[in-house]
Every structure is written in structure tokens, then in C-alpha cells.
Nanobody, 115 residues
Framework: QVQLVESGGGLVQPGGSLRLSCTTS????????MAWYRQAPGKRRELVAG???????NYADSVKGRFTISRDNAKNTVYLQMNSLKPEDTAVYYC?????????WGQGTQVTVSS
């Protein structure tokens, strides 16, 4: 069974940066296109950044040019570098399969952007 453990969140001022990590187990990590999702209070979970099946990346319009997704297959880990953070980026961030999310989600990591 897949296990997803997100980390790296925190409280940051507007304009600041954070790097999120998601370590996986129970899967052959290199075989899957991974993605980062987020859910803000009172809103639906949305895809923020992800890999396509052919290894390219795509981003939500709201984060293009500010966020970068990357992965290290040797460490079974996917990362999200977030720069120029805005208050509207405040949410719980999760990683999961980019194509067909697994039913099992991790606990997420809270990102709060506030002065």
C-alpha cells in the first residue's frame, strides 16, 4: 500500500520561499507521474504542479513562474520549491499520483503565508 509523507511546510512572510518534500513508500516510485495538490480552508483540493506521463511538468496558472516541481527517484521523493509566496498560497499541501490519485492521502503539510 502506498504511503505518502509530506514535510517542509511552515509559516512564511509574503515573498518568502519554502521547499516541500514528499517521501513515498510501497510503490515503484520511478514508474509514477507525481504531483502536488493543495486544499485551502473551505475550498476543494486542487492540483498545483505535476509531472505528465512523459516526464514534462505542468503548473496551475496561479503558481506558474513561482513554483517548481522536481523529483529524486533514488530517494523516492518529490519536491516543490515555492518562491514569491502569496497569502493566497496558504493551504495544506499534499502529494499524490498526478494521473489517477491514490485513495490513500498523506497527512499533508501546512503552508501559511502571512505577515
Amino acid at each position: 500500500q502506498v504511503q505518502l509523507v509530506e514535510s517542509g511546510g511552515g509559516l512564511v512572510q509574503p515573498g518568502g520561499s519554502l521547499r516541500l518534500s514528499c517521501t513515498t513508500s510501497g510503490i515503484i516510485f520511478r514508474m509514477y507521474a507525481m504531483a502536488w495538490y493543495r486544499q485551502a480552508p473551505g475550498k476543494r483540493r486542487e492540483l498545483v504542479a505535476g509531472f505528465t506521463s512523459d516526464g514534462k511538468t505542468n503548473y496551475a496558472d496561479s503558481v506558474k513562474g513561482r513554483f517548481t516541481i522536481s523529483r529524486d527517484n533514488a530517494k523516492n521523493t518529490v519536491y516543490l520549491q515555492m518562491n514569491s509566496l502569496k497569502p493566497e498560497d496558504t493551504a495544506v499541501y499534499y502529494c499524490n499520483n498526478a494521473i489517477l490519485p491514490w485513495g490513500s492521502w498523506g497527512q499533508g503539510t501546512q503552508v501559511t503565508v502571512s505577515s
